[in-house]
């Protein structure tokens, strides 16, 4: 018997102005659909931006639904579009943003353990690492270098 040590390092930015150009401006498109989102049981807005590597930027937001387990991520709104509409294209990036519609939403917030699988998936098909920036609505910015580093020992199409 042994014990294994899992590891992960992110890298923490002390706020959005601090991010550099090109992810800033990721993040803006996030933030803007953001405030698109269609979460009123929740209230809870979130907003996702993908950079690919032919230069498109696919957007998404969370949209719930009356009969609650129908609704979709934000995260998984925009990966399973950019997957259809740009089938061979690489994700190079995601820029993430999720808050309150009541209060400020200052912790960094982090995808959920479903669209952490469903970004994992994206990452295994084009075997390259997709880099993650996540943040609340204001206040630090998380980066990590890949979805792998959230994902800790992944299920993916290796176990089939
Ligand atoms: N939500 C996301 O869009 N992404 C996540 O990673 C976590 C949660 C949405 C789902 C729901 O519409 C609302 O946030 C509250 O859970």
Same mark, same amino acid.
């Given at each position: 018997?042994? %014990?294994?040590? +899992?590891?992960? =390092?992110? =890298? @923490?930015?002390?706020?959005?102005?601090?991010?550099?150009?090109? @992810?800033?401006?990721?993040? %803006?498109?996030?933030?803007? =659909?953001?405030?698109?989102?269609? $979460?009123?049981?929740?209230?809870?807005?979130?907003? !996702? /931006?993908?950079?690919?590597?032919?230069?498109? +930027? +696919?957007?998404?937001?969370?949209?719930?639904? !009356?009969?609650?387990?129908?609704?979709?991520? $934000?995260?998984?709104? !925009? +990966?399973?579009? /950019?997957?259809?509409?740009?089938?061979? $294209?690489?994700?190079?990036?995601? !820029?993430?943003?999720?808050?309150?519609?009541?209060?400020?939403?200052?912790?960094?917030?982090?995808?959920?353990? /479903?669209?952490?699988?469903?970004?994992?998936?994206?990452?295994?098909?084009?075997? %390259?690492?997709?880099?993650?920036?996540?943040?609340?609505?204001?206040?630090?910015? @998380?980066?990590?270098?890949?979805? /792998?580093?959230?994902?800790?020992?992944?299920? %993916?199409?290796?176990?089939?």
């Amino acid at each position: 018997m042994k %014990d294994i040590k +899992i590891e992960s =390092t992110l =890298t @923490v930015y002390e706020d959005y102005n601090e991010l550099p150009k090109p @992810v800033a401006s990721l993040m %803006d498109q996030a933030i803007n =659909t953001r405030l698109k989102a269609y $979460a009123p049981y929740s209230e809870f807005l979130v907003g !996702a /931006a993908i950079l690919l590597d032919n230069g498109e +930027i +696919i957007t998404g937001n969370n949209q719930e639904n !009356a009969s609650y387990p129908s609704g979709l991520c $934000a995260e998984r709104t !925009a +990966i399973y579009y /950019a997957g259809a509409k740009y089938p061979d $294209a690489n994700i190079v990036m995601m !820029a993430l943003t999720a808050g309150s519609q009541n209060q400020p939403t200052n912790s960094p917030i982090p995808p959920c353990g /479903a669209c952490r699988q469903a970004i994992s998936e994206y990452e295994v098909k084009q075997n %390259d690492s997709i880099q993650i920036y996540f943040m609340g609505t204001s206040g630090k910015v @998380v980066k990590s270098n890949s979805l /792998a580093n959230l994902l800790p020992l992944g299920f %993916d199409r290796s176990f089939l």
